[in-house]
Nanobody, 118 residues
Framework: QVQLVESGGGLVQAGGSLRLSCAAS????????MGWFRQATGKEREFVAA????????YYADSVKGRFTTSRDNAKNTVYLQMNALTSEDTAVYYC???????????WGKGTLVTVSS
């Protein structure tokens, strides 16, 4: 059973920054892509960002492109989401997820709440 634990959420003012972390129990960590998703109250969960196992390629939703950056430290089994220029639209529970060997995501963390005050 793979465990993913997010941290780093909290309350921040609009225009501010936060860095989320996701620690994974899976080894070798570098074998799997990782993704970030978010779900705002009353809305469906949406894709935010993803990173390949080596960290060589990253992908972003249009809504966060240029403001968010995902990275990973495979030696620490940890993936990060640096969020800058936050707006109230970014308020949500943020989840990290592990890419499956075939398609989609197969394990999810419990999420961390990010609240952006305007």
């Amino acid at each position: 059973q793979v465990q993913l634990v997010e941290s780093g959420g909290g309350l921040v003012q609009a225009g501010g920054s936060l860095r989320l972390s996701c620690a994974a129990s899976e080894r070798p960590f570098s074998n799997y892509a990782m993704g970030w998703f978010r779900q705002a109250t009353g809305k469906e969960r949406e894709f935010v960002a993803a990173i390949t196992g080596s960290g060589g390629n990253t992908y972003y939703a249009d809504s966060v492109k240029g403001r968010f950056t995902t990275s990973r430290d495979n030696a620490k089994n940890t993936v990060y989401l640096q969020m800058n220029a936050l707006t109230s639209e970014d308020t949500a529970v943020y989840y990290c997820a592990k890419g499956s060997a075939s398609d989609g995501m197969d394990y999810w963390g419990k999420g961390t709440l990010v609240t952006v005050s305007s």
